[in-house]
């Protein structure tokens, strides 16, 4: 009986859809965000093989390096349990959730609504920020994809 729920729960993971997305924003892309998607997925890959390889973006401001957090299919799901039983707020899912409900509302408002940019973002996890002849560290980072001049990871696993 266990086994027949865990499937299901599974299947319905597997299918769930994508939230709705705000009129304004539809058929818009940013190449630059599909890119770094991509690069989500192979380090997903990676980590299939056993690799735990974190991602370092090139900004205008320095060197960053973190784990890339995929943007929760809801706000309800923007937490992540800690091994402490507390939860912990995903910012850059809520914030994307809250963004395209106030969009939707001004929508409602302004029918003609067109918007200047889509402003993809990233989410990033234990962060490192290196600029200025500084390091900092940030639990967590969100960055505007277009802010991102180069990437790289910090291993690359040989592949047999």
Request: aromatic content about 6%; overall charge negative.
């Given at each position: 009986?266990?086994?027949e729920q865990n499937?299901?729960?599974?299947?319905?993971?597997?299918?769930?859809?994508?939230?709705?997305?705000?009129?304004?924003?539809?058929?818009?892309?940013?190449?630059?965000?599909?890119?770094?998607?991509?690069l989500s997925k192979?380090?997903?890959?990676?980590?299939?093989?056993?690799?735990?390889?974190?991602?370092?973006?090139?900004?205008?401001?320095?060197?960053?390096?973190?784990t890339l957090s995929?943007?929760?299919?809801?706000?309800?799901?923007?937490?992540?349990?800690?091994?402490?039983?507390?939860?912990?707020?995903?910012?850059?899912?809520?914030?994307?959730?809250?963004?395209?409900?106030?969009?939707?509302?001004?929508?409602?408002?302004?029918?003609?609504?067109?918007?200047?940019?889509?402003?993809?973002?990233?989410?990033?996890?234990?962060?490192?920020?290196?600029?200025?002849?500084?390091?900092?560290?940030?639990?967590?980072?969100?960055?505007?994809?277009?802010?991102?001049?180069?990437?790289?990871?910090?291993?690359?696993?040989?592949?047999?």
């Open positions: 009986m266990a086994n499937e299901q729960d599974q299947k319905k993971g597997a299918a769930a859809a994508f939230p709705t997305v705000p009129k304004a924003m539809q058929h818009r892309l940013s190449m630059k965000w599909l890119t770094l998607e991509a192979l380090i997903k890959r990676f980590e299939i093989q056993g690799a735990k390889p974190r991602v370092v973006l090139l900004t205008a401001f320095g060197k960053l390096e973190g995929e943007i929760q299919p809801s706000y309800a799901q923007s937490y992540s349990k800690e091994a402490n039983g507390a939860l912990r707020p995903d910012v850059a899912s809520m914030v994307t959730h809250l963004r395209s409900d106030l969009l939707t509302l001004l929508e409602q408002e302004e029918q003609d609504l067109q918007l200047l940019d889509t402003a993809p973002i990233l989410s990033l996890r234990d962060v490192t920020l290196q600029g200025g002849g500084q390091e900092q560290t940030l639990p967590q980072l969100t960055l505007f994809a277009d802010q991102v001049i180069g990437f790289s990871l910090t291993s690359i696993p040989k592949l047999h």
